[in-house]
């Protein structure tokens, strides 16, 4: 095995979001003051209570140097010990940002966060997305929903009830927020009708013969499932025909 970050293996295939990895912020980092030159620290993560992986630190001038164990691709445990750089901008208010250069070869970003694998690389390296870019619809509408329950102090969940107006917060915005929340909420539970129907319609498509009759009749369905739950179609907006008076 070569060093740090050598071959491409770690770089391709990636298909995790940033959520899944172990993390190390430079930011917290420096708030613990960490990177102080002749630092040594250490930084543990736990699952369920238990300790499931800890690195070693020794800070340096302009840079840090990482001490861990890994698995290998044959299940053994390796050492690795390499330095990542750390370079510092002004702010605008006075006082300076530390920043990573990720250690991985060939990219040298500047970055806040490195993301833990056999090496610490950035999130551009592993080809991580965000949890949120892999959203759908409905995701997105229930996580905003839980978010204005957040600042209305309601318990999180769109199945539980809806809570009262807390007693900071004026009634005008109380009931704009509570509307929004409601219409985030149909709005999730008319996507998830949705995703719903694409399947079970998918799953008949692949079980029905190859009579073209039976496949244009679950078109037809698949069609009317759409308009129904007010969805999208080759990017076109689908709602249901009202009657003109």
Same mark, same amino acid.
């Not at 990895?21 to 993560?45: K, N, T």
């Not at 530390?98 to 040298?108: E, H, L, Q, S």
């Given at each position: ?6 071959? #491409?293996?770690?770089? $391709? ?15 917290? %980092?420096? +708030? ?37 164990? !890994?698995?290998?691709?044959? &299940? ?7 330095? @990542? ?6 702010? #605008? ?10 250690? /991985? @070869? ?8 490195? $993301?833990?694998?056999?090496?610490? /690389?950035?999130? !551009? ?10 959203? =759908? ?5 229930? +996580? ?5 329950? /957040? ?34 909420? /149909? $709005? ?9 129907? +694409?399947?079970?319609?998918? +799953? ?11 496949? =244009?009749? %679950?078109? &037809? ?9 007010? &969805? ?14």
């Amino acid at each position: 095995m070569g060093g740090p970050g050598s071959g #491409n293996h770690w770089r $391709y295939g990636a298909k995790f979001t940033a959520d899944d990895y172990r993390i190390l912020d430079v930011r917290s %980092l420096a +708030r613990e003051g960490v990177l102080h030159p002749g630092c040594r620290s250490g930084l543990q993560w736990a699952r369920g209570g238990e300790t499931v992986a800890s690195i070693q630190m020794r800070a340096e001038p302009d840079q840090v140097i990482l001490i861990y164990k !890994h698995r290998g691709g044959d &299940g053994e445990w390796k050492g690795e010990q390499y330095p @990542v750089r750390i370079v510092r901008t002004p702010c #605008n208010l006075g006082g300076s940002r530390a920043w990573f250069i990720c250690p /991985a @070869v060939g990219c040298g970003r500047r970055v806040a966060i490195l $993301y833990g694998g056999s090496i610490f /690389a950035c999130r !551009h390296c592993y080809r991580l997305a965000y949890a949120s870019a892999r959203e =759908d619809a409905a995701d997105r509408a229930i +996580r905003r929903a839980d978010r204005l329950r /957040a600042h209305l102090g309601w318990e999180p969940g769109i199945l539980n009830e809806a809570g009262g107006k807390p007693k900071w917060m004026r009634w005008r915005t109380f009931e704009r927020l509570a509307t929004q929340e409601d219409d985030l909420v /149909a $709005y999730s539970m008319r996507a998830t009708m949705l995703k719903l129907e +694409r399947l079970l319609i998918n +799953r008949q498509l692949c079980a029905a013969n190859d009579s073209g009759r039976e496949r =244009d009749k %679950l078109c &037809g369905l698949r069609w009317v499932a759409l308009v129904q739950a007010g &969805g999208t179609f080759g990017g076109t907006s689908l709602q249901k025909p009202t009657a003109s008076l």
